[in-house]
T-cell receptor
Framework: SQQGEEDPQALSIQEGENATMNCSYK?????LQWYRQNSGRGLVHLIL?????REKHSGRLRVTLDTSKKSSSLLITASRAADTASYFC??????????FGSGTRLLVRP | GAGVSQSPSNKVTEKGKDVELRCDPI?????LYWYRQSLGQGLEFLIY????????KSGLPSDRFSAERTGGSVSTLTIQRTQQEDSAVYLC???????????FGSGTRLTVV
């Protein structure tokens, strides 16, 4: 079963614009992570935010977490064509197992 | 090794045959995970190893699927009597002790014809 659901399913923006993706989940979590996937193969870990954190930054990425609403958002600022990929949120509980959402396909047009 | 290695990268098999997929995690990573991803879909959890034991096999879709891990390192996912619905990309990931972030391999694309 999938825990996280990303919104939107697909997003197309112009290079230089910001991209925002949202993730909602159902049960209590220990942490929430975002991953990027290019061309349907291995995923790359982008950022992890713990349940007691509200916001985290990494380079052009900003992640927020609202545990009261069971939601998270990923903001990519000043997007580049190379950011074109699928982005997945994943939720973890006290074990190390992650449950992934269905992903957002981001297209950044040059 | 430098990363998580999976082999083969592609496998085409006839319906009814058995297949073995291999995952070689990063040295020192105690946790190992198997997921599968159907075309255009999210990741479906299959099984998780901590060392050589599998505390969570809840995602294995049927008794045709099994996995083992030996020496706290290499893991093999075996699918017996493959069916067309088994066609997917099988992804392996590992993580070190106390770290929640995964490192993924490039996956094995399995096609059952």
């Amino acid at each position: 079963s999938q825990q996280g659901e990303e919104d939107p399913q697909a997003l197309s923006i112009q290079e230089g614009e910001n991209a925002t993706m949202n993730c909602s989940y159902k049960t209590s979590i220990n942490n929430l992570q975002w991953y990027r996937q290019n061309s349907g193969r291995g995923l790359v870990h982008l950022i992890l935010i713990r349940s007691n954190e509200r916001e985290k930054h990494s380079g052009r990425l900003r992640v927020t977490l609202d545990t009261s609403k069971k939601s998270s958002s990923l903001l990519i600022t000043a997007s580049r064509a190379a950011d074109t990929a699928s982005y997945f949120c994943a939720t973890g509980d006290s074990s190390y197992k992650l449950i992934f959402g269905s992903g957002t396909r981001l297209l950044v047009r040059p | 090794g430098a990363g998580v290695s999976q082999s083969p990268s592609n496998k085409v098999t006839e319906k009814g045959k058995d297949v073995e997929l291999r995952c070689d995690p990063i040295s020192g990573h105690t946790a190992l995970y198997w997921y599968r991803q159907s075309l255009g879909q999210g990741l479906e959890f299959l099984i998780y190893f901590q060392g050589n034991s599998a505390p969570d096999k809840s995602g294995l879709p049927s008794d045709r699927f099994s996995a083992e891990r030996t020496g706290g390192s290499v893991s093999t996912l075996t699918i017996q009597r493959t069916q067309q619905e088994d066609s997917a990309v099988y992804l392996c990931a590992s993580s070190p002790p106390g770290n929640y972030g995964y490192t993924f391999g490039s996956g094995t694309r399995l096609t059952v014809v």
